[in-house]
């Protein structure tokens, strides 16, 4: 994430995965990178994450997204973006019958 762990979103997420049964500490472990304005960490981190063999990575920007992507093939991502379309990092098709 670009920011650190106090902001209150964050917290928000950590009480609703609580309320769904994830404590931390108990049956859930959260590694958290902060990379601020070091965008030059966010690949390092990225790999850190892969190495730690975790879940899923929760990753806060289009820069920490692509890093994700190129770090792993299997891992699932949870992208949180403005707009993800825009940043190119989905891409919206349809198929036709």
Request: proline share 4%.
């Amino acid at each position: 994430m670009p920011f650190p762990r106090d902001v209150p979103w964050i917290a928000h997420l950590l009480d609703e995965l609580s309320h769904r049964g994830f404590t931390e500490g108990q049956n859930l472990t959260v590694y958290y990178r902060d990379f601020g304005l070091r965008r030059h960490m966010v690949s390092q981190y990225a790999a850190e994450l892969v190495k730690a063999q975790v879940d899923i990575i929760n990753a806060g920007g289009g820069v920490a997204i692509r890093a994700a992507q190129q770090a792993t093939k299997t891992i699932p991502i949870l992208g949180i973006t403005d707009n993800m379309v825009q940043e190119g990092l989905v891409v919206i098709w349809s198929r036709r019958d």
